[in-house]
């Protein structure tokens, strides 16, 4: 499974951001798709994830201002991201996996694929 980010970039405090993450994979709507994101000096942290049923799951940080979905016709994931401050900069990075069960969906290495991550640099 190849999964490709896009869709970060610089913006101020209180503005959007919506990133894509594109994917290869043959059954797309099998897998568990999620984010995470890593700041500098900083551990690889959940952000959402969304699994085969739609339903989401949010890191308490962001709950209420991010909004992940999917759609299984485009094999792409989608993080609508608002009211955005200056600690959610990091770089961040999608990931894939099919056999992963629901008590795993927060942890990194619990996942198999993984995108090469897109920048998100938010100013005060």
């Known amino acids: 499974v190849q999964l490709q980010a896009s869709g970060g970039g610089s913006v101020l405090a209180g503005d959007s951001l919506r990133l894509s993450c594109a994917a290869s994979a043959v059954r797309f709507r099998d897998y568990v798709m999620s984010w995470f994101r890593q700041a500098p000096g900083k551990e690889r942290e959940f952000v959402s994830a969304i699994n085969r049923s739609n339903s989401p799951f949010y890191a308490d940080s962001v709950k209420g201002r991010f909004t992940i979905s999917r759609d299984n016709a485009r094999n792409t994931v989608y993080l609508q991201m608002s009211g955005l401050k200056p600690e959610d900069t990091a770089v961040y990075y999608c990931?894939?996996?099919?056999?992963?069960?629901?008590?795993?969906?927060?942890?990194?290495?619990?996942?198999?694929?993984w995108g090469q991550g897109t920048q998100v640099t938010v100013s005060s």
């Open positions: 990931a894939a996996d099919r056999q992963i069960i629901m008590s795993s969906y927060f942890t990194a290495n619990s996942y198999a694929w």
